[in-house]
């Protein structure tokens, strides 16, 4: 009996969890609850895929249909994610998938289709592996061992927040984190996401999410909202006052975080993705991390053209330089509706 395509059923979420979790591709980004998020934060209409034989799970693909008048019409896996795309057992479920997938474009009209992965999954597909890096690590049992894989230059600056009395805190505040990480997304040009998101972030992912907030005499300076997937910690979410850098609170931050993933167990430090070029990249080099290349993979309709939305093209300089003179407040208003539409 051959496989079979159908859309993801809620009472199937757990199992479709369970093969995502088994899977050596699978990552947090292809959990079904990302599902829920992304429809109840930004209204966006989710596809969720799954293949079948003989009632058995043997392939996910998680799409998000993203229509936006400034950012343009697409099926994206998955968007406001690092990683996506299809995940298969076998080659007929995968290609059963990619064909259930180039379907679902033309009924809905979609310019193109983007994948986004760690290996290339989608054959002779246009790929695209030039303009995001991960940075993934192993993590040691012990502190000693973490703190001297860190090369020393920036060892020094973690040893300057150690000794200027940072401390730490766990917790799950959505509405403290915003506060911070929109004041620093705005410092540096980037429209910020509704606390709305992160509230619903929290509530689907509450088992495997949580705020680490650094304070300088109890005044909050950087936190980072981090999730947490097999033995994987992702730091994904973080930001900072303007008072962070100079006593070091953003380069404790991320110690403190491999520190306490390190007590539970977890064995990989995932850094996340930074576009080639920019300063968060080399922010994660001088911590000792090797860049791996991301591979996005499109499916375009004919006569359309692979987007660059990248903030480093040029006609964006000029909005990225207004966006930092902003007032938070207006910022705060005006951001989430236009970062809705990116992904």
Excluded at 81 to 106: F, N, T
Excluded at 234 to 241: A, V
């Amino acid at each position: 009996m051959g496989c079979t395509i159908r859309a993801l059923d809620p009472r199937r979420e757990e199992a479709w969890d369970h093969y995502v979790a088994a899977m050596p591709e699978g990552t947090f980004f292809h959990l079904a609850g990302w599902r829920r998020v992304i429809e109840r934060a930004f209204g966006h209409r989710a596809h969720y895929l799954l293949a079948e034989r003989d009632g058995a799970i043997t392939g996910v693909l998680p799409l998000v249909h993203i229509k936006s008048r400034l950012f343009g019409n697409a099926l994206v896996s998955v968007p406001f994610c690092v990683y996506g795309g299809p995940i298969a057992s076998e080659e007929e479920s995968l290609e059963g998938l990619l064909d259930h997938c180039r379907d679902l474009m033309q009924r809905l009209g979609t310019d193109l289709i983007e994948f986004r992965s760690r290996k290339p999954v989608a054959g002779e597909w246009p790929t695209r592996s030039s303009l995001y890096a991960t940075f993934r690590r192993p993590l040691a049992g012990d502190d000693e061992t973490n703190l001297k894989a860190i090369p020393r230059k920036q060892r020094a600056v973690v040893r300057k927040g150690i000794a200027n009395g940072l401390k730490s805190r766990i917790g799950q505040d959505a509405d403290r984190f915003h506060r911070l990480y929109a004041e620093s997304v705005r410092n540096l040009g980037t429209p910020v996401f509704s606390r709305r998101y992160f509230r619903v972030l929290i509530e689907c992912f509450r088992e495997c999410c949580e705020i680490l907030t650094v304070e300088e005499d109890g005044a909050a300076a950087a936190a980072v909202l981090s999730f947490y997937f097999r033995d994987e910690v992702l730091p994904y979410y973080g930001g900072g006052t303007l008072r962070a850098r100079q006593c070091a609170a953003n380069d404790f931050m991320y110690w403190e975080l491999m520190r306490h993933a390190a007590r539970r167990g977890i064995r990989v430090f995932d850094f996340g993705r930074s576009k080639f070029g920019t300063g968060s990249f080399d922010f994660k080099k001088n911590w000792g991390f090797t860049p791996e290349p991301l591979h996005y993979q499109y499916q375009v309709r004919p006569g359309r053209s692979i987007p660059d939305h990248n903030p480093l093209n040029p006609k964006y300089r000029f909005l990225i330089a207004a966006w930092k003179r902003l007032p938070l407040p207006l910022a705060n208003l005006i951001g989430p509706p236009i970062v809705r539409g990116i992904g």
